[in-house]
């Protein structure tokens, strides 16, 4: 994989994660008083790309892990695809130095 395609993958990575955590919270600015089926497409989302971070919260929906707070999911969901862009960045940053190159942003 050349450095381009890296860098590349990352920046669409992080674009992706951020506009999805946004959606998810502007989506909870105004609940609905029926099911956001939209809402929920984010959360499943943020939790495919948290993986494997989020293989807890994805309990969810078996019903094992009851009372805990909406907000609790959101950030059950979406902290572990934030997670994995920093571990990507790191990633990144340690193999350009690993290969004499100085880091880029």
Same mark, same amino acid.
């Given at each position: 994989?050349?450095?381009? $395609? ?5 920046? +669409?990575?992080? =674009? *992706?994660?951020?506009? *999805? $955590? @946004?959606? =998810? !919270?502007?989506? @909870?600015?105004?609940?609905? #008083? ?30 094992? !892990? #009851? ?16 997670? +994995?862009? $920093? ?6 940053? $340690? ?11």
């Amino acid at each position: 994989m050349t450095r381009l $395609v890296a860098r590349t993958m990352w920046w +669409n990575h992080c =674009v *992706l994660v951020v506009l *999805l $955590v @946004g959606f =998810v !919270l502007f989506r @909870g600015i105004s609940p609905t #008083p029926d099911a956001d089926i939209g809402r929920g497409l984010g959360l499943m989302s943020l939790e495919i790309l948290g993986m494997p971070w989020t293989s807890s919260s994805m309990a969810r929906f078996a019903d094992q !892990l #009851p009372g805990l707070d909406d907000r609790a999911w959101v950030a059950a969901s979406s902290g572990g695809a934030v997670l +994995n862009v $920093v571990l990507h960045a790191a990633l990144l940053t $340690v193999w350009d130095r690993c290969r004499g190159r100085k880091p880029t942003s």
